[in-house]
């Protein structure tokens, strides 16, 4: 096991409702990336946060927001949800805050809106 | 045009096959590669990293070729165990990894 973990497992909202996923990164860990995943495709970046603030973002709207906290866990906040919305969100922590850094991802919150 | 692209497969091998497959990205300033391993809805997890020089892990090689800007995976006698969906991976030196769609592997017995 990675030692990250992520809260709830599964989730069902409908749409326009808002979301918030948990995450906890590895002891020692200061850096925390999440990404979104579809079925049948690759994770795509959402943002990551190193040492509480945001340090990068990828291609998505504003209504996904984040926090990263003193102990370094953190959280995905999704606003104003859609059916596309729908996919497996995954955390992973990582030390130092680059990319290339190995991240070790947890076990996903698997979010449905219907 | 995406930054990763992988065949999707599915390779289906027998036991004691070698399969290999490649991916292809498109940023040539990519830095860092990898080859991530997701069993069925569980999360990914790192096989290995890849090297220009090229690299083994056991019965796994990965290769990379910046001139062609594509990456491979070979696996030697494949085990059952190693049915899963491998990730390519493509980082270009700053915050984030981007993706492939995954190629599916299913070794039968």
């Known amino acids: 096991e990675t030692g990250v973990t992520q809260s709830p497992t599964h989730l069902i909202k409908t749409r326009g409702q808002q979301v918030t996923l948990r995450c906890s990164s590895q002891?020692?860990?200061?850096?925390v990336s999440w990404y979104q995943q579809a079925l049948g495709q690759g994770p795509q970046f959402i943002f990551q946060y190193y040492r509480e603030e945001e340090n990068g973002r990828g291609n998505f709207p504003p209504r996904f927001s984040g926090l990263q906290f003193p102990n370094y866990s953190s959280e995905l906040n999704v606003n104003a949800l859609e059916l596309d919305d729908s996919a497996l969100y995954l955390c992973?922590?990582?030390?130092?805050?680059?990319?290339?850094?190995?991240?070790?991802f947890g076990p996903g919150t698997r979010l449905t809106v219907l | 045009r995406k930054e990763v692209e992988q065949d999707p497969g599915p390779f289906n091998v027998p036991e004691g096959a070698t399969v290999a497959f490649n991916c292809t990205y498109s940023?040539?300033?990519?830095?860092?590669f990898f080859w991530y391993r997701q069993d069925c809805r569980k999360e990914p997890k790192l096989l290995m990293s890849?090297?220009?020089s090229g690299n083994e892990d056991g019965r796994f090689t990965a290769q990379l070729n910046r001139a062609s800007q594509y990456i491979s995976l070979l696996i030697r006698d494949s085990k059952l165990s190693d049915s899963a969906t491998y990730l390519c991976v493509v980082n270009k030196g700053d915050y984030k990894l981007s993706f492939g769609a995954g190629t599916t592997v299913t070794v039968r017995a």
């Open positions: 992973a922590s990582s030390a130092g805050g680059q990319a290339a850094d190995t991240q070790y």
């Open positions: 940023n040539s300033a990519s830095q860092s």
């Open positions: 002891s020692g860990h200061n850096t």
């Open positions: 890849v090297y220009s």
